[in-house]
């Protein structure tokens, strides 16, 4: 699974963000990296127990919590606090999986990372290099999106992030715990979700052809979800 979600943030939230970032202080982001990724990874990060990394949260929580095309894909059942990067030039971050098991300090809780998620805070045209490399079934798919528009992908694919040859690149990430652990049941929902949208648009809420899709929907969702 690798679906785009366009707009997560509006111009005016990503130059907030970017604000508060540019005046922030960074640490070495080997500091959420696994032994095996620690070796590869070359970036700087926000500490996510400070106060910079909760006030960026409180401002993009919500906006996943409304994205239809992030809740579709995920399913959330429960979402790690974003983090918040950036790679200046030379900085990249090796072939790596996430971890497949995150704890949240501040809720007390583990979670299982079935989704990973990588929102742009950067314009392709302020930096070179720094793709986000993801192999999946069709191969290395290269991800560089428009400021506020975020990547969601499954947790257990192997990615990078290319070498930034010019500029800086800025970023948000994140794992989630979906409701329907098989990443193949995932794709099948969000393909019958977006299905249903476009009936509904063409049809109304009311015709025989979307009542049935969207009963088809909510009987497979019952009977792939763990809570």
């Not at 700087?44 to 993009?60: G, K, N, V």
């Not at 994205?67 to 090796?94: D, I, K, Q």
């Not at 040859?165 to 948000?172: I, L, N, V």
């Not at 009311?206 to 019952?222: A, C, F, K, M, Q």
Request: charged share 20%; proline share 4%.
């Amino acid at each position: 699974m690798l679906i785009k979600a366009e707009k997560v943030l509006s111009t005016t939230q990503v130059k907030e963000i970017r604000k508060i970032l540019e005046s922030s202080q960074w640490v070495d982001g080997k500091v959420t990296a696994g032994i095996q990724s620690s070796q590869t990874k070359n970036n700087l990060q926000i500490p996510e127990d400070s106060d910079t990394a909760s006030q960026l949260q409180q401002i993009l929580l919500p906006a996943l919590a409304q994205h239809p095309v992030f809740n579709a894909a995920a399913l959330p059942l429960r979402v790690y606090p974003p983090l918040f990067n950036r790679y200046n030039e030379g900085m990249s971050f090796g072939a790596h999986i996430d971890n497949a098991v995150r704890f949240i300090q501040s809720a007390g809780l583990r979670i299982r990372t079935d989704v990973s998620s990588t929102l742009f805070l950067s314009d392709p045209d302020e930096y070179e290099g720094g793709e986000l490399v993801i192999q999946d079934t069709y191969g290395e798919q290269c991800i560089k999106f428009e400021a506020g528009d975020m990547v969601v992908y499954s947790a257990n694919s192997l990615h990078r992030v290319n070498p930034v040859t010019r500029g800086t690149r800025w970023a948000s990430f994140f794992w989630s715990q979906s409701m329907v652990k098989d990443d193949g049941q995932r794709r099948t929902l969000f393909d019958l979700d977006q299905s249903i949208m476009k009936a509904r648009a063409e049809l109304g809420e009311s015709h025989d052809i979307v009542l049935s899709l969207t009963g088809v929907y909510h009987n497979l969702l019952r009977q792939w979800t763990e809570l």
